[in-house]
């Protein structure tokens, strides 16, 4: 050979890596075991989520009887409400009709023809009458407020019956 002539030196040549098949399933492995952990995981979830529920749905009454219960006061107390609204109508009506009895009853605005008019006396007791004596009440007695109303009605009606008297009385006396 000539000298300057260089020959080609032999390189060495690196063998090519091969993957090896234990590697590749390796991560085929790993990503199955993925898998697998994160459905286990979601079942064991959802089965506690499942059973939390129906315990505390179970142990917890039912609302649907409450709301039914609550409806039907509901109705209750607006049956109650227009018995009310009734009662109270009637109860005007009959004050109505009483004003308009005694208008009817009132004599008129102008003095009669003899001059000033009636005064309505209450009759006089008489001197050997005494007083009626009042029964002494119980300060705890349930019923002094209406025994005391009904001492007032009383009296108010002997005051109307003696108003009464008077007018039939002066529209006798025309005759």
Do not use: C
């Not at 300060?139 to 209406?146: C, G, H, S, T, V």
Request: net charge negative.
């Amino acid at each position: 050979m000539h000298e300057g002539t260089s020959e080609p030196v032999a390189v060495p040549v690196l063998a090519p890596v091969e993957t090896r098949p234990a590697a590749r399933g390796r991560g085929a492995w790993l990503l199955g075991l993925g898998i697998g952990l994160g459905i286990a995981l979601g079942v064991l979830l959802s089965v506690g989520v499942f059973v939390t529920y129906t315990f505390f749905t179970q142990t917890i009454p039912e609302t649907t009887g409450s709301v039914q219960v609550f409806n039907e006061l509901n109705e209750l107390r607006q049956q109650v409400n227009q018995l009310n609204e009734e009662r109270k109508r009637k109860e005007q009506d009959q004050a109505d009709a009483m004003r308009k009895a005694l208008e009817a009853l009132a004599p008129p605005d102008r003095a009669p023809e003899g001059g000033a008019p009636p005064i309505v006396v209450p009759p006089a007791k008489k001197q050997g009458e005494a007083a009626e004596p009042r029964p002494m009440r119980n300060p705890n007695d349930p019923f002094a407020e209406l025994d005391a109303e009904i001492e007032r009605l009383e009296e108010t009606q002997k005051v109307l019956n003696t108003i009464l008297d008077i007018f039939s009385k002066s529209k006798e006396k025309p005759r």
